[in-house]
């Protein structure tokens, strides 16, 4: 381990040399990557300087225990001996999960998509309800949301409803959120308090930057057309919405969010240059489940992953097996529990996978 601890060190003394540099300074895309790894391999470093130390203290107790010419300082070197024991293997673990290989899009912005699915006018207000758990859970990790476009739904709600999420590790952390999600209640359009079954779609698309995308505008359609719902006075007045079509895939975007058309084709093109983004990776992630079979895949749009059931106020994720009874408190934004044990076994495996290393 402490091999590849040091082959760590080099590089992370490498990059803070180089971060400084006025070529790469001068480089907005080769700086953005240095300065993301150099924040990934300095909390590394500080591991590695702690196992260090560690086993510098181990070694330094052993060698007094074995003079034992000193009663005092041997039984001190006996307890520094077995706290560096205690702290010993929860050390390594903690490297050996820091040491696997991070996937690049995790420290990435998103945009979220939530669509009703299946079940009429209760599709399109469970589609509603989870936009309000996933903002709800945002501003509590002191996220930003902003909300790119909207389709209300007729009884409350929304058809569709594409927002944006900017803060740190946005996409590594919600990335498991994109699937199907299916509600179980008495629906608000019931009168014969008959449970219904309903459900709604999440994708969550890491947000390209404008060097990850190249976008040829001969190969985009601009329309621009009037807002719709909410407003105000330039709602069905000024042409401020804009659609994009990317004409190669048949890829659309498009946003209606702002009251300036400028702004609006500012954002619509992040959607347009995130969904060709997901496009490419998708693909990747489909070449890598050919060697790789994950429990909690970020890429399945079509899989069933998680329940919500009203009537024993349970939520349930199918991938892992994890069923809660708190209902209430996770639609109003309390999801962290879900996420880290959807993490945890998304580590866990990736550690399996990269035991060999170690």
């Keep these: 381990m402490l091999d590849r601890l040091q082959i760590v060190k080099q590089r992370f003394d490498e990059i803070s040399d180089l971060i400084i540099q006025p070529d790469v300074i001068s480089d907005q895309k080769r700086y953005v990557q240095l300065n993301k790894e150099y924040k990934d391999l300095k ?70 998509e939530i669509r009703a699915g299946t079940g009429g006018d209760e599709a399109s207000i469970f589609a509603g309800d989870l936009f309000r758990m996933y903002t709800k859970y945002c501003e509590n990790r002191g996220w930003r949301t902003s909300v790119v476009d909207m389709n209300e739904g007729t009884s409350g709600g929304f058809k569709e409803v594409i927002f944006e999420v900017t803060g740190e590790d946005v996409y590594g952390t919600l990335k498991f ?58 709602v069905n007045t000024t042409k401020s919405a804009v659609r994009l079509t990317h004409v190669p895939t048949g890829l659309v975007a498009q946003c209606q969010d702002q009251k300036s058309q400028h702004k609006n084709k500012d954002k619509a093109f992040i959607v347009l240059r995130s969904r060709l983004y997901e496009q490419e990776l998708a693909k990747k992630q489909a070449e890598d489940a050919s060697t790789r079979t994950s429990q909690v895949s970020s890429g399945d749009r079509s899989a069933k992953i998680r329940t919500y059931n009203y009537a024993q106020g349970r939520v349930t994720d199918h991938r892992v097996g994890l069923t809660l009874y708190d209902l209430g408190n996770i639609m109003n934004g309390d999801i962290q529990k879900i996420v880290e044990e959807l993490a945890l076994v998304n580590n866990m495996e990736k550690l399996k996978e990269a035991s060999e290393v170690f």
């Design 43 to 112: 909390a590394l470093a500080e591991k590695r300087d702690e196992y260090v130390l560690l086993m510098a203290n181990i070694e330094e107790a052993n060698e007094i225990i074995a003079d034992n010419s000193d009663a005092d300082m041997t039984e001190m070197a006996k307890m520094q001996l077995e706290e560096a024991k205690d702290r010993l293997p929860e050390l390594e673990e903690e490297i050996k999960f820091m040491l696997i290989p991070k996937d690049p899009e995790d420290a990435k912005n998103v945009m979220v």
């Design 177 to 234: 959120e994109a699937g199907v999600h299916r509600v179980q209640r008495v629906p608000q359009t019931e009168t014969q308090g008959r449970v219904h079954t309903s459900a709604a779609t999440v994708m969550v698309l890491p947000e390209a930057e404008e060097f990850d995308v190249q976008i040829d505008m001969n190969d985009v359609r601009v329309d621009f057309f009037c807002s719709s719902g909410p407003g105000g006075q330039s």
